[in-house]
């Protein structure tokens, strides 16, 4: 279990907000509950959250935007809680920046696991410790496409030019990287990204390789470096 991790809840409905409050101070996390966008930002800078849990419907600001707008600021984690059940309000979450999606009402087991999946994936963890000293020579190995992942400061640059991704996108980068030529199914990517806990399908993994094409393919229409391998997945090629 992750302990004493900070979880920034914004959450305006005030019997959601207790209820994830107590759960998750009880489970020994340290809990802070905003009710709006606005204190949402502040609390970003002042309490230092590892994991934002991200309610869309808030007082002063609805929607999506509101994903985009916080990772643009961080690269925190950020899991969304909604009542909105469709397919397509998880895409355009996701595809904001979200990491996660949870629908209400959600089990809160479910929850502190996907809390944990995503700590994770954001190497929070001292577990991670041992792999990232591991991983420290493909780290400072530049790739002769001029595309360098440096692990330890979570930067991804083309011909040394810093390169703004989301999590997810920074994930799928470093295992595209660390095994060029490999062909990845999306099943492959979808576990390695989230965890197989985690709501994410394939479309969504779509998603991110074309915003990964367009941040660093001369020609996204015209990948010369992430490949799609019809039927399977994609692979990286250096």
């Given at each position: 279990?992750?302990?004493?991790?900070?979880?920034?809840?914004?959450?305006?409905?005030?019997?959601?907000?207790?209820?994830?409050?107590?759960?998750?101070?009880?489970?020994?996390?340290?809990?802070?509950?905003?009710?709006?966008?606005?204190?949402?930002?502040?609390?970003?800078?002042?309490?230092?959250?590892?994991?934002?849990?991200?309610?869309?419907?808030?007082?002063?600001?609805?929607?999506?935007?509101?994903?985009?707008?916080?990772?643009?600021?961080?690269?925190?984690?950020?899991?969304?809680?909604?009542?909105?059940?469709?397919?397509?309000?998880?895409?355009?979450?996701?595809?904001?920046?979200?990491?996660?999606?949870?629908?209400?009402?959600?089990?809160?087991?479910?929850?502190?696991?996907?809390?944990?999946?995503?700590?994770?994936?954001?190497?929070?963890?001292?577990?991670?410790?041992?792999?990232?000293?591991?991983?420290?020579?493909?780290?400072?190995?530049?790739?002769?496409?001029?595309?360098?992942?440096?692990?330890?400061?979570?930067?991804?640059?083309?011909?040394?030019?810093?390169?703004?991704?989301?999590?997810?996108?920074?994930?799928?980068?470093?295992?595209?990287?660390?095994?060029?030529?490999?062909?990845?199914?999306?099943?492959?990517?979808?576990?390695?990204?989230?965890?197989?806990?985690?709501?994410?399908?394939?479309?969504?993994?779509?998603?991110?390789?074309?915003?990964?094409r367009r941040k660093l393919e001369d020609n996204p229409k015209q990948p010369q470096h992430i490949k799609t391998v019809w039927g399977v997945g994609y692979k990286f090629i250096r």
């Open positions: 279990m992750i302990v004493l991790a900070r979880i920034l809840v914004i959450e305006d409905d005030q019997i959601i907000g207790e209820m994830l409050t107590l759960y998750l101070t009880e489970e020994q996390f340290t809990v802070q509950r905003v009710e709006t966008a606005r204190d949402g930002f502040q609390a970003l800078f002042s309490f230092r959250p590892d994991v934002i849990l991200l309610d869309l419907v808030l007082p002063d600001s609805q929607g999506t935007e509101m994903c985009a707008e916080f990772r643009r600021h961080t690269d925190i984690p950020l899991i969304v809680i909604s009542m909105k059940t469709g397919v397509t309000d998880r895409i355009q979450a996701i595809s904001a920046g979200a990491d996660d999606y949870l629908v209400k009402p959600f089990s809160m087991q479910e929850l502190k696991a996907r809390i944990g999946a995503v700590l994770r994936r954001a190497q929070i963890s001292s577990t991670l410790a041992a792999w990232r000293d591991e991983a420290a020579a493909t780290a400072e190995s530049v790739v002769r496409t001029g595309i360098t992942l440096d692990l330890e400061r979570r930067a991804l640059l083309k011909d040394g030019r810093a390169i703004e991704t989301t999590f997810s996108e920074f994930e799928i980068m470093k295992h595209f990287v660390e095994r060029p030529g490999k062909v990845y199914t999306r099943e492959e990517l979808i576990n390695a990204v989230r965890g197989i806990d985690s709501f994410v399908n394939d479309r969504a993994i779509d998603v991110h390789v074309t915003n990964l």
